[in-house]
């Protein structure tokens, strides 16, 4: 692939993401997209701690 193809996709996806942020915004409560944002990271992290302890065994 192009490297401008890879810029092009990266600001795409970005603004993507900033849509739907402020999309996110406007129907519901700040609080609450918080804690879905910590209960999304919290998923991550005990999946890539999973990943990193059977890794090592």
């Known amino acids: 692939m192009k490297d401008w193809v890879c810029w092009v996709l990266l600001v795409i996806s970005v603004l993507a993401i900033c849509v739907f942020g402020w999309w996110l915004t406007k129907k519901l409560d700040t609080m ?5 944002t ?17 890794a090592k065994n």
């Open 38 to 54: 910590v209960v999304i990271n919290g998923i991550v992290f005990g999946y890539l701690y999973y990943q990193k302890n059977k």
């Open 32 to 36: 609450t997209i918080y804690y879905i």
